[in-house]
């Protein structure tokens, strides 16, 4: 069947805020050291000590936040560790993931500079597990203060003068685990105290972040809302996608189709999530005032064989660019609460947009769709109605296709489709309507590949990357398009 696709170009529902298409580094596998950091002796050429290819290519994707330095390991994390001249900074274990010595070569002034670099918000994520309110307290102090103060000193005498701005800081990860192991109840009073020393400098402004729950926990979001609601601008929310169990996940390649299917399936199940926690929220926060945050999502396979499994290393497909296209779509379908999402992780960790080995780098097929759907970056949500097929059956049914659509600042509308099937293509018929008459012109862009576990690889890095799309044609205001199997494709459509 034809799926049809009506757009109201009248009917905007709000905006998608940029920061949906964030991102998360952490001190974790080759994600800090070597993905972004290879220090200024290095042979890779490097600015400051950030290498340059993962430097451009983040650029390129118009990365608007990044989350650091955890994760799990934010609540090891002391940050005065990593300060000050580096042959001096501490050397230790990171005990969290993969036992390997942390030198702290990459602390605060190197994140505040990273995000200099890439023209991105940092959002810092501070330690409450095992950490103290002063410690925190004196971060957001060294950080941001700009007068006389201890902390500012210290960061003056380490090389910087004028404190940075910062808006995003997260009190604590994962404290119902990593994090501490607490109970909500326990949990939201220790964020009422935290929060408390987290101060505004200046005319710095925090925006403070509570730690939500995991997964399908309504009890700790619940009495995070009830008990400590009034004290945060956000709360988290983590989601991982995977096909098998926490045992046995599955392989990043060579899975089966219905693997497929049940990855796809799973990652669908970020809608249900994000509509139960939102209504709890509303009974709390009606106005939503207070953003949900989904600060760590995505894949997460079986590590590749031969690698560290405390590194996280994995293969990325086409089946993860799906996973990408169809949650970047449900994020935007909430956009009224959903405020930023933080893809995990930036390079060499999960579902990455970025893989090295040594001095080469690819981009995988995840980074390709943030890339191509940069255009939806703060632009309006425009109202959709849909008749979708669907592909499948039982508990594996899927819709056929997953589809946005969005207005930018110079009215172009932008409509980005999932076809979810990975044997045969999908017709659509997109027809626009609240325009005033005239011609509707388009172009398009789609990724695709040939084989479900299609992937770049340091020798053929170009397998899986977007190409021009021109299977459509324009009636009127309605434009009928036949998308390639396994694809995430953009169009762009202009009225004149
Ligand atoms: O992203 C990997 C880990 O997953 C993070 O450190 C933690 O917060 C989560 O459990």
């Known amino acids: 069947m034809t799926n049809q696709v009506v757009i109201h170009a009248d009917r905007p529902r709000g905006v998608i805020d940029r920061n949906i298409y964030g991102h998360f580094s952490e001190?974790?596998?080759?994600?800090?050291?070597?993905?972004?950091?290879?220090?200024?002796?290095?042979?890779?050429?490097?600015?400051?000590?950030?290498?340059?290819?993962?430097?451009?290519?983040?650029?390129?994707?118009?990365?608007?936040?990044?989350?650091?330095?955890?994760?799990?390991?934010?609540?090891?994390?002391?940050?005065?560790?990593?300060?000050?001249?580096?042959?001096?900074?501490?050397?230790?274990?990171?005990?969290?993931?993969?036992?390997?010595?942390?030198?702290?070569?990459?602390?605060?002034?190197?994140?505040?500079?990273?995000?200099?670099?890439?023209?991105c918000e940092p959002y810092i994520n501070g330690n409450v597990g095992s950490g103290t309110v002063q410690e925190m307290s004196e971060w957001v102090e060294y950080l941001t203060f700009d007068g006389v103060s201890p902390m500012a000193e210290l960061r003056k005498t380490n090389g910087r003068e004028a404190p940075w701005k910062v808006k995003y800081f997260g009190v604590g990860n994962e404290n119902w685990g990593c994090g501490g192991n607490m109970r909500p109840e326990y949990y939201a009073?220790?964020?009422?105290?935290?929060?408390t020393y987290v101060r505004n400098y200046g005319d710095n402004r925090i925006h403070k972040i509570a730690c939500g729950p995991s997964e399908g926990d309504y009890h700790w979001m619940?009495?995070?809302?009830?008990?400590?609601?009034?004290?945060?601008?956000?709360?988290?929310?983590?989601?991982?996608?995977?096909?098998?169990?926490?045992?046995?996940?599955?392989?990043?390649?060579?899975?089966?189709?219905?693997?497929?299917?049940?990855?796809?399936?799973?990652?669908?199940?970020?809608?249900?999530?994000?509509?139960?926690?939102?209504a709890i929220m509303d009974q709390y926060d009606p106005d939503k005032r207070i953003g949900l945050i989904v600060d760590e999502w995505g894949t997460w396979y079986d590590v590749e064989p031969g690698t560290n499994p405390g590194f996280l290393y994995q293969q990325n497909t086409i089946r993860d660019a799906l996973v990408a296209g169809m949650t970047l779509h449900i994020f935007h379908r909430h956009c009224d609460r959903v405020r930023m999402a933080n893809i995990a992780q930036l390079v060499n960790v999960l579902q990455a947009v970025v893989l090295t080995e040594g001095e080469k780098m690819l981009l995988t097929p995840t980074y390709h769709v943030f890339e191509m759907f940069k255009v939806h970056h703060d632009a309006e949500l425009l109202d959709t109605h849909e008749r979708i097929g669907t592909i499948g059956g039982g508990a594996n049914e899927l819709p056929h296709v997953s589809v946005s659509a969005s207005r930018d600042a110079e009215g172009r509308i932008h409509v980005s489709l999932c076809n979810l099937d990975h044997q045969a293509g999908a017709s659509v018929r997109i027809e626009l309507r609240g325009l005033a008459e005239g011609n509707v012109s388009a172009s398009g862009k789609t990724l695709t590949a040939d084989r479900i576990d299609g992937h770049n690889?340091?020798?053929?890095?170009?397998?899986?990357?977007?190409?021009?799309?021109?299977?459509?044609?324009?009636?009127?205001?309605?434009?009928?398009?036949?998308?390639?199997?396994?694809?995430?494709?953009?169009?762009?459509?202009?009225?004149?």
């Not at 990044?66 to 001096?88: S, T, V």
């Not at 009073?189 to 929060?195: C, I, K, M, V």
């Not at 899986?464 to 009928?480: H, S, W, Y």
């Open 457 to 496: 690889t340091f020798d053929s890095p170009e397998r899986v990357a977007p190409k021009p799309f021109a299977d459509f044609t324009i009636e009127g205001n309605a434009l009928a398009a036949t998308v390639p199997p396994m694809s995430v494709t953009v169009l762009e459509l202009i009225a004149d």
């Open 27 to 119: 001190h974790l596998g080759r994600c800090i050291y070597e993905g972004l950091w290879v220090g200024e002796d290095s042979p890779i050429p490097n600015t400051n000590g950030i290498r340059n290819d993962v430097l451009d290519a983040l650029r390129r994707m118009k990365i608007p936040v990044l989350r650091w330095p955890g994760g799990c390991f934010a609540d090891e994390y002391h940050w005065k560790d990593g300060i000050g001249p580096r042959e001096q900074r501490k050397r230790m274990i990171n005990t969290h993931w993969g036992g390997v010595v942390e030198n702290n070569h990459f602390g605060t002034h190197e994140f505040m500079m990273l995000c200099e670099l890439l023209g």
């Open 222 to 278: 619940e009495t995070l809302m009830k008990q400590a609601g009034r004290f945060m601008d956000s709360i988290t929310l983590h989601y991982y996608t995977l096909p098998g169990t926490w045992a046995e996940k599955g392989p990043a390649t060579g899975f089966s189709e219905e693997e497929w299917s049940v990855t796809l399936k799973k990652a669908m199940h970020m809608e249900e999530l994000i509509s139960r926690h939102s």
């Open 189 to 195: 009073d220790l964020y009422r105290q935290f929060q």
